[in-house]
């Protein structure tokens, strides 16, 4: 044993920082890989299996972020407003799990639930494992708990940060009252311990690098990762034209709210400054400030050169002024669900523009900029078949840009989830998919177009509650450097011969033979389009046929 | 009458390696005769041929088992057959939308690999089934009718037939199938090629084998001519398959979808064979080469396939589980805009390659790092044929040097690439043995490729693991696999049902027994040769992660057991669900590696020189040794470097190295 420890210390006395600190970068990945590994064989529902609609997160004994393994953009800025959160209402020891998803407490919406565990080496608490998984039904007022309420208290179970284990003791009062408020309480329950068997495995493997490098050793490396984070940020905004941008954009959710942005880079620092930005609304296209880090943190990471590390040093260099009680900084009791998914595009597309302004850089035309979120539920006429519940989002027109047209039917920017095979969904849900296709004529004109939106229609073979949560419903992605926008999304509800047009946000209770129909937006297009001549289509695989149907 | 002989011919990205069984008095080395030579990417057909006359001249009674590339390419550069794929009417987008995420998360422009199949050939037909397979919408024949005539109209080279659900009732493909044969072109139906659940997946492996047909067939069966030309009506040409086994050159052409990984699949098949015989259980293979290294997990017993993804593409085909690293011999370093040091994702390529190449390059690699180290012999890389420029080395990272922060020295710099580009392999090497559950202090590192050995031992000791194996010929061990190969065919169903009993699960599987039976009589294997091998892939009900237990008694308790290894905890109350079932068919398998006596005595160096060793602390003056010189039973102690016409190997303080019965170098920590 001494032998193999005068071994490590030998090599470790060898390395230059720089390379430790590359070392250390890998070493913690992995396990936050390992834990996603872990989370996403065993979990139940396909929003977790088939989409990998989570994350995982390393973080050091003060919360900060040091690793983390993403799928979804949306998760990444928020990982280090949690462990604050949770150590401000419990005490965390040996053996503790804490599950939350109070979305002004540590949480992004309701429908993500969180787990987190402290690691301790003997006394001391040297850093804290965490996922956070999208369950797709929270309890609230319609099934998959995305639309429908004015506030948080209408959204779903709301869990402030309490202990889920304690001393390695499932605290049965807490996973009964969970699995009480869910629809399909047992895959939520399912769901919620594959979360914590992947907190074990991460916690095995954080016990494997402590004996490899020491405690001292490791803890001096996280410090060093966050360090090393914030110095590339700096670079970066250092390699940018110093100067101010701005930019607004409002929603076409109720009450069209306005999100303004002023950016200022200067010294290595940039400044957000979201004042002007419209109050928190009734309704649920709120978001925490968590979720407009996550968007900021999306879009540096795309426009830097190299990739920047997923910690939270990374957002060191940035001051913001984000006004208490606004869209995008709301507090308690404001509704968040659609914001998460919604609101969060239209921070990226802000974002983007504003920085088009300072950078003077070819930055392509807005995507989509919705996720579409289709969710439905019911009981099965069979009794023995129990409820159904079921939620996805849906791709989209990408936007076109200086490099060529932009993709069609695609996810863009905050979410990266793959769609249910139909043939899964079938199998499992009574419905029967109608069309899947490519919605032609949706991307904008331009030197290159918009990427089309798709369409997906399905048939209900039983009676159903369905909502769409979704915006650009009025008007389409903007286009770019002269480029046209993209289409609107409609969504339609089929009853025999009668179709509705379906209103964002809105609930309704479809008949078995009803259809309903999402028609998603286009993404905006890139320069001007030549007067006579068609807008210029490359041929990529996903590129349409000229002949090809008209737009439904 | 002569026997007949068998050659392992591998087209590689750089080189074509070919490998015979040495005749008596050949002067092979290790019973083997290896030849080397530059591939040729127009024709690689030039370069086999001209291999083999090296090492069998004709007229001869051989057996030539080919890893080739032609599937692999056509994928990735999408030089494919004009196809007509034809789907469910309201479905004609779905090769197009696929899931619908996007390869690169940060890309601000993405582009999502999808098949390369223009909607304008894509022709759609009325019909349906529900999730059982049941009729919604039948399929009439005046539709099939007018489905063939629109097919026709577009002149196809290959046609694919994707129906929704056609994995559970392959009646409507069927008939469609049957009426395009009209056409005289490969038509591959969808619940043939890959029968089991997703549609995307489905259609794409269909799309990809009918696509493929018309390209990978006639390249094949212009090979085979031209060895029977020259070798002798007698000569056969035997395919490589992503599952390790071969088959004959017109089955590969019937179902080319299962050469997408060809090349890799001799390595690993290689590995797994060496293993077998030398008695080992689970390993862990690393296959570094100049642009990328590969790793897998190799389970004892039942071969752990997958489905495999060529070029972002999913194809159900199993094939060997293959995971690519960013990180090869070539593999650029440099500063990132903090001061961190990074290794690759950029790389030198083949051209210029890494500067000590002399051919331009100027930026440092990973090879430039070892050369520097001394852990490369400047005159002793490939046999010598190819020397080293040490100082282009030096100069390279020199300037590396002087462009960081702080100042360095080019050795440490040396030393740091070395150790990030080691931690990448880690890191790679944990996930795909971690991510099934095993500890790699568990298993074996079996490490090839011409730099495999390089860092072999050093992640062994960083990651606990007992024992290291290089084996024969590192740098042309696909072809070595190759000699291994059983003919094989692999087939797959979905079943998705909660396990039935024993009893219940032959009737699932003698179907697909009986035509591998019958496929592999076609090629000219009696019943009695041929070795059936049934596998069930279980998961727990709606769980995605899933695994292959052979079918035999007790499956269930073995399930559980598997997930609580896996998991660290069971769900005994969970209803376990048979997702599919497989059946794995051999022909004989050659036995490529026969053990000799082992004498144990000391090796002798040929040359001593200074190397800068992390795994053992610091320069130091080190033996060298020629691997070509050694017999089974030669030992030697580290820190030494073991040089070889295709690889290097370190061999650390502390450690052993052993020539075992096979010739594969085994290193261990010295017992204390």
């Known amino acids: ?552 | 009458m002569k026997p007949r002989r068998r050659a392992g011919i591998d087209t590689g990205g750089t080189f074509t390696d070919a490998i015979v069984a040495a005749e008596e008095g050949s002067g092979g080395v290790g019973g083997w005769q290896v030849h080397k030579r530059p591939t040729t990417p127009k024709q690689p057909a030039k370069a086999v041929l001209a291999a083999l006359q090296a090492l069998i001249p004709p007229p001869a009674a051989v057996d030539l088992v080919h890893g080739t590339t032609h599937a692999t390419n056509a994928l990735l550069t999408g030089r494919l057959g004009r196809t007509v794929f034809v789907t469910t009417a309201g479905f004609a987008d779905l090769l197009a939308i696929g899931r619908q995420d996007r390869e690169a998360l940060y890309a601000l422009e993405p582009r999502p690999p999808r098949p390369p199949q223009p909607r304008r050939r894509i022709v759609e037909v009325h019909e349906r089934l529900d999730a059982d397979g049941a009729v919604v919408t039948a399929l009439s024949q005046a539709e099939i009718r007018r489905v063939v005539a629109q097919v026709r109209a577009l002149k196809p080279q290959g046609i694919a037939v994707g129906l929704l659900h056609a994995f559970r009732n392959g009646d409507h493909e069927q008939r469609l199938g049957q009426a395009l044969q009209a056409l005289a072109v490969p038509v591959r139906l969808s619940s043939e090629v890959a029968p089991e659940y997703r549609e995307y997946e489905r259609f794409c492996t269909a799309w990809a084998d009918a696509a493929l047909a018309p390209v990978v067939g006639p390249a094949l069966e212009s090979l085979e001519r031209e060895l029977q030309t020259t070798w002798g009506s007698s000569a056969r040409l035997q395919i490589m398959r992503s599952d390790g086994g071969s088959c004959g050159a017109r089955a590969a052409a019937d179902g080319a979808v299962h050469l997408a990984l060809s090349g890799p699949a001799g390595g690993l098949a290689a590995a797994r064979s060496l293993a077998d015989a030398r008695g080992d259980g689970p390993v862990l293979s690393l296959d570094m080469g100049g642009t990328s290294t590969d790793v897998a997990l190799l389970t004892e017993g039942e071969l752990p396939l997958e489905p495999m993804e060529v070029g972002g593409l999913p194809l159900l085909a199993r094939g060997l589980p293959l995971h690519t690293v960013g990180t090869g011999g070539g593999s650029l370093a440099s500063w990132d805009a903090a001061g961190a040091l990074r290794v690759g994702p950029g790389s030198a390529g083949a051209e210029p390659g890494p500067a000590c190449y002399g051919k331009g390059g100027r930026q440092a690699t990973v090879t430039d790092a070892h050369l520097l180290a001394g852990r490369l012999h400047p005159q002793a890389f490939l046999g010598g044929e190819f020397p080293l420029h040490p100082q282009a080395a030096a100069q390279a990272l020199a300037d590396l040097a002087a462009s960081a922060a702080s100042p360095v020295a080019t050795e440490n710099l040396a030393l740091g690439i070395l150790e990030v580009a080691t931690a990448g392999m880690e890191r790679a090497l944990r996930r795909v043995s971690l991510a099934e559950g095993w500890d790699p202090r568990q298993l074996k590192l079996y490490a090839f490729g011409g730099a495999g050995g390089l860092h072999a031992a050093w992640l062994a000791e960083r990651m606990g693991m007992p024992e290291v194996v290089i084996p024969p010929f590192p740098g042309a061990f696909s072809a070595m696999g190759l000699l291994a190969a059983p003919l094989r065919r692999t087939l797959v169903r979905s079943v998705l049902q909660p396990l039935p009993a024993t009893r219940q699960r032959k009737g699932l599987f003698d179907p697909l027994v009986k035509q591998a039976v019958q496929e592999l009589r076609e090629e000219g294997l009696s019943r009695r040769q041929i070795k059936i091998r049934r596998v069930l892939e279980l998961r727990g009900e709606g769980q995605a992660g899933q695994c292959s237990l052979a079918e035999g008694p007790k499956a269930l308790e073995r399930f559980h057991q598997w997930h609580q290894k896996r998991f660290g905890f069971q769900r005994r109350e969970q209803a376990v669900q048979l997702v599919s079932v497989r059946v794995q068919a051999d022909g004989p398998a050659e036995n490529a590696w026969t053990a000799r006596r082992k004498r144990r005595r000391p090796a002798e160096a040929f040359d001593h020189r200074p190397a800068l060793l992390v795994e053992s602390g610091g320069r130091r003056r080190v033996p060298w040794y020629q691997r070509e010189a050694m017999r089974p039973g030669h030992f030697l102690s580290g820190p030494a470097v073991v040089a070889e016409y295709s690889g290097t190997t370190v061999v650390p303080a502390g450690w052993v190295l052993e020539v075992d019965a096979f010739g594969a170098c085994c290193l261990r920590r010295e017992s204390s």
């Open chain 1, 1 to 552: 044993m001494s032998r193999a420890r005068k071994r490590k210390r030998n090599s470790a006395a060898k390395l230059t920082d720089a390379t430790r600190l590359m070392v250390c970068r890998h070493l913690l990945a992995s396990v936050a890989e390992e834990m996603g590994l872990a989370l996403q064989q065993s979990a139940i529902s396909p929003n977790v299996k088939e989409r990998r609609d989570f994350s995982c997160a390393v973080l050091d004994g003060r919360g900060e972020l040091v690793a983390h393994a993403a799928h979804i953009p949306v998760h990444l800025g928020s990982a280090h407003f949690t462990v604050p959160a949770v150590l401000q209402e419990v005490e965390v020891q040996t053996g503790d799990v804490i599950v939350l998803n109070d979305p002004h407490r540590g949480g992004t919406h309701l429908n993500d639930v969180t787990v987190v565990a402290p690691f301790w080496v003997g006394k001391k608490r040297l850093a804290f494992l965490m996922n956070r998984a999208h369950h797709a039904d929270i309890g609230g007022a319609e099934p998959g708990s995305m639309s429908g309420a004015t506030d948080l208290y209408g959204e779903g179970l709301c869990l402030p940060p309490v202990h889920l284990i304690r001393g390695g003791k499932p605290m049965e009062e807490v996973w009964k009252i969970f699995q009480a408020n869910a629809r399909d309480g047992e895959a939520r329950k399912g769901d919620l311990l594959a979360q914590c068997a992947a907190l074990n495995r991460g916690a095995l493997r954080m016990q494997a690098l402590v004996d490899r490098l020491g405690e001292t050793e490791l803890s001096s490396a996280m410090t060093a990762l966050l360090d090393h984070g914030e110095a590339l940020t700096q670079a970066l905004f250092r390699s940018w034209p110093q100067g101010q941008a701005q930019a607004e954009l409002s929603l076409d959710g109720p009450g069209t709210p306005l999100i303004r942005l002023r950016i200022q880079n200067r010294g290595g620092r940039l400044l957000l400054d979201f004042r002007g930005t419209s109050k928190q609304v009734a309704g649920s296209w709120n978001t925490h400030r968590a979720v407009t880090f996550s968007a900021l943190f999306y879009v540096l990471q795309a426009l830097a050169p190299e990739e920047l590390p997923e910690t939270s040093g990374s957002l060191r260099p940035l001051s913001w002024h984000l006004p208490e009680g606004s869209l995008i900084a709301s507090t308690f009791p404001a509704g968040v669900a659609a914001g998460n998914v919604e609101t969060s595009q239209r921070l990226v597309d802000v974002l983007l523009q504003a920085l088009a302004g300072l950078l003077g850089r070819d930055i392509p035309a807005s995507s989509q900029g919705s996720m579409n979120n289709f969710l439905f539920g019911g009981r099965f006429s069979n009794p023995e078949k129990g409820d159904f519940v079921y939620y996805e989002t849906l791709g989209g027109g990408a936007g076109a840009g200086p490099h060529g047209p932009g993709a069609d039917a695609v996810q863009s920017h905050m979410t990266n989830t793959r769609n249910t095979p139909i043939e899964v969904m079938e199998a499992e849900l009574p419905v029967r998919v109608r069309q899947l296709a490519i919605r032609r004529g949706s991307g904008g004109r331009g030197l290159h177009s918009g990427g089309h939106g798709l369409i997906k229609e399905v048939e209900f073979l039983e009676a159903a509650r369905v909502s769409v949560t979704a915006t650009r419903r009025r008007s389409g992605a903007p286009g770019a450097a002269g480029g046209e926008a993209g289409k609107a999304g409609v969504d339609s509800w089929f009853q025999g011969t009668k179709k509705r047009k379906l209103t964002a946000g809105q609930s309704v209770a479809v008949n078995a033979g009803d259809r309903i129909r999402l028609a998603t937006p286009g993404g905006g297009g890139w320069g001007k389009a030549p007067a006579s001549a068609k807008a210029k289509r490359s041929k990529p695989p996903q590129s349409a046929d000229p002949a090809g149907s008209a737009e439904h």
